[in-house]
């Protein structure tokens, strides 16, 4: 597990929205010395802030009053527009917002647009990692935007992510988060197929794991999601299927805009809509094994839950 920089409690951060993703990177946040300060609309969300030792706030506008920086981490453009909105009416001149979010670039574009005129610098900083990985601070930062200000939250980065990227103007940040999820929408499918096959012709599935994910074979997305499928662990949700398919969109759209021939992509969507179809939607994207045993005939097991 990747160590914590400790910094001065003197600096404060705020996160808006506390979901998977938001929760973890509040509570290693709080780790890594910062004051934290946080908004999410569900009670529990702000619950596990405190629980933490972060402070929950009852608004945006609240968090963006008491913190130095923002870190946001929403679920869709409709969120993104109204924190904006409440950002604006707190009047943080010169406050620097690091956006998260695996969102539209045309939305980050006009939530960019919007906070430039009230002297608020918007940066594109999508996040390579599953839930599981933000809690071990296993994160990538894609970085775009004003150089200045990715210097600024350098420490903020370093404080829930493993590493930082910078990929040049805004909006590369957003593209290259994409250009990385079309590989993990291949990749998870690939992992459930292969632990698959393996297991059917005698082997020891969390053998499987054990020395593929260490070979020429395996992918960080093997490391990551074929213990989950072994285990049949995808009723903890570290990314749902739900939540995937907003991405799987994105991706689709982004090679659609640019011409890109995308058998392979083509060929795992069906998948993830299966899931879909089965009831996975609030479950991990590890549940495409389960998907795969459907279309063999077989019966899958429930999913189980690991022990507390």
């Known amino acids: 597990m990747a ?3 400790t910094v001065s409690t003197q600096v404060s951060v705020g996160m808006i929205g506390l979901g998977i993703m938001g929760s973890a990177m509040s509570a290693n946040l709080v780790k890594a010395g910062f004051k934290v300060y946080g908004y999410d609309p569900v009670t529990a969300a702000r619950t596990r802030l405190k629980k933490a030792g972060g402070t929950a706030c009852a608004s945006a506008s609240e968090v963006a009053q008491q913190a130095d920086m923002i870190v946001l981490s929403l679920p869709s453009e409709a969120a993104l527009d109204a924190v904006c909105t409440e950002l604006i009416a707190a009047k943080p001149s010169g406050m620097v917002v690091a956006e998260t979010s695996t969102l539209p670039e045309t939305a980050k574009m006009r939530a960019f647009g919007v906070l430039a005129k009230h002297k608020i610098t918007l940066l594109d900083c999508p996040l390579s990692g599953t839930g599981g990985q933000a809690v071990t601070r296993d994160l990538a930062i894609y970085a775009s935007g004003d150089s200045k200000a990715i210097k600024k939250m350098a420490a903020v980065f370093e404080g ?17 988060k994409l ?13 459930a197929e292969a632990i698959l ?3 059917r012709s005698g082997l020891d599935a969390a053998t499987i794991v054990k020395v593929i994910a260490d070979g020429a074979g ?4 093997f490391a990551v999601r074929g213990p989950l499928m072994v285990d049949r662990l995808w009723g903890e949700a570290t990314m749902k299927v739900s939540t995937w398919q907003k991405d799987m969109r994105l991706i689709n759209d982004m090679l659609t805009a640019t011409d890109t021939p995308s058998p392979l992509f ?3 969507m069906p998948i993830y809509n299966a899931a879909m179809a089965l009831g996975h939607g609030s479950d991990d994207t590890a549940s ?10 077989r019966k899958p097991k429930a999913a189980t839950k690991k022990a507390k």
Request: with cysteine; aromatic share 8%; proline share 0%.
């Open 197 to 199: 096959m393996g297991e």
């Open 179 to 191: 250009v990385a999820n079309l590989l993990v929408a291949i990749h998870n499918v690939s992992t």
């Open 218 to 221: 395996g992918s960080r997305m």
């Open 288 to 297: 495409v094994y389960s998907v795969l045993e459907h279309m063999m005939g």
């Open 266 to 268: 083509a060929t795992c």
């Open 3 to 5: 160590t914590t920089k």
């Open 160 to 176: 829930f992510a493993r590493v930082r990227y910078d990929v040049g103007a805004f909006g590369n940040g957003i593209r290259m």
